[in-house]
Antibody
């Protein structure tokens, strides 16, 4: 069974840093691109970042570019999101997602349960 | 960036009704569109991908159609378990973008 388990969410002060982790199991981790998607309280879904299976390609939303870094460790089957210069508007539940290729594109087929980040000002 | 616009934002329907949700893209995205269902307090779940492909395990009352800029999610016969918010998402190009969501209420 494919499983994604996020951790690392916390209450942090504005300007602070946090690292989220996503432990993956049930599939060949290094073969699949992965992403982070967030959801602010009472709001819709916002794509944050994606990383290729090899880790060589990364993509970011403009809202987090230069502040967040996505990475992966295939030896630990774990995806990370290093978050810096945190702002109140980064307050959200962060979901880890697995990508499935269809042709030349990738859609997000499996989601973790999410981890909550609260940034206090 | 590609903007995704869903309509309606809220929909109230009765069990057994046929329900349609529309998603429009601000530019052509081929058929690189996914639909997700999110129940209250839960993570989103994939319903459809590539606009009209039903994800394994999803009931056949769900169907998707469209290409280019206009897409539709249809529930052929609404069930009480379908109470949720539905999101479309384009994966034609980065940054991936979601519609604002359609909250489906059961009368």
């Amino acid at each position: 069974e494919v499983q994604l388990v996020e951790s690392g969410g916390d209450l942090v002060q504005s300007g602070g840093s946090l690292r989220l982790s996503c432990a993956a199991s049930g599939f060949s981790f290094s073969s699949y691109a992965m992403s982070w998607v967030r959801q602010a309280p009472g709001k819709g879904l916002e794509w944050v970042s994606s990383i290729s299976g090899s880790g060589s390609s990364t993509y970011y939303a403009d809202s987090v570019k230069g502040r967040f870094t996505i990475s992966r460790d295939s030896s630990k089957n774990t995806l990370y999101l290093q978050m810096g210069s945190l702002r109140a508007e980064d307050t959200a539940v962060y979901f880890c997602t697995k990508a499935r290729p269809t042709g030349i594109k990738f859609h997000m087929d499996v989601w973790g349960q999410g981890t909550s980040v609260t940034v206090s000002s | 960036d590609i903007q995704m616009t869903q309509s309606p934002s809220t929909l109230s329907a009765s069990v057994g009704d046929r329900v349609t949700i529309t998603c429009r893209a601000s530019q052509r995205i081929g058929n690189w569109l996914a639909w997700y269902q999110q129940k209250l307090g839960k993570a989103p779940e994939l319903l459809m991908y590539q606009a009209s492909s039903l994800e394994s395990g999803v009931p056949s009352r769900f169907s998707g159609s469209g290409s280019g800029t206009e897409f539709v999610l249809t529930i052929s016969s609404l069930q009480s378990d379908d109470l949720a918010t539905y999101y479309c998402q384009q994966y034609s190009s980065y940054p991936y973008t979601f519609g604002q969501g359609t909250k489906l209420e059961i009368k």
